[in-house]
């Protein structure tokens, strides 16, 4: 039993391996049972599926980022563990770029068997929670995230470069968690200012 366990984490940190030097396009079954000193049919009785292998290291990549943004100490204000949670987002998806774009790679990951969204659902409750002061939290959360997982893909793939050099992108990354939540507070006011201008006089 535990050598079964042994080589399946052997195939997942060899496969690992092979899309953070290489990207997706190289992880096959062959080449990890290569990597890993195994015979070439062995993956497939651990994962028959090379879908069913990637989805094992996108799970590994959706912990590794939880596992980070659960270490922000929760008796900070909610604006600033935002902050932060959107700081470790940014910088993961650049330093891991080719893990990050695996986890949210749906096309190729749907219908391999694994439940990815009860890894990443509880990511995204994070940023719904900590935006709950906004008229919909789930909205705000999803053009927050949207923003978020740009200047990731942007970023880590150097497009950003094409446009302007020498971005910095932890500053870019406040900027835009200071810009939503300055817009959710501009839409509470205005709500509110709305509400007491149409407000009977008898009332």
């Known amino acids: 039993m535990a050598e079964t366990r042994d080589v399946r984490e052997r195939l997942v940190e060899c496969g690992m391996a092979l899309l953070m030097e290489e990207g997706t396009e190289s992880v096959g079954l062959r080449a990890i049972a290569r990597r890993a000193g195994v015979s070439h049919g062995a993956p497939r009785r651990y994962f028959p599926t090379l879908e069913l292998l990637l989805a094992e290291i996108a799970v590994r990549g959706f912990v590794e980022l939880g596992s980070a943004i659960a270490q922000i100490d929760g008796a900070l204000p909610a604006s600033e563990r935002l902050e932060r949670v959107a700081l470790i987002y940014t910088s993961f998806g650049i330093q891991r770029r080719r893990l990050f774009e695996l986890m949210f ?25 900590l935006l709950a002061e906004a008229p919909d939290p789930e909205a705000s959360a999803v053009k927050l995230w949207t ?19 020498g971005i910095d992108t932890d500053r870019m990354t406040r900027a835009i968690v200071a810009d939503h939540l ?18 009977s006089p008898s009332s």
Do not use: C
């Open 105 to 129: 790679r749906h096309d190729l990951l749907e219908g391999s068997g694994a439940q990815l969204r009860q890894h990443s659902r509880p990511l995204f409750a994070v940023l719904v929670e």
């Open 147 to 165: 923003n978020l997982h740009g200047l990731a893909v942007l970023a880590g793939t150097g497009a950003l470069n094409v446009v302007a050099d």
């Open 182 to 199: 300055l817009g959710i507070t501009a839409r509470g006011t205005s709500a509110r200012n709305s509400k007491s201008t149409t407000k």
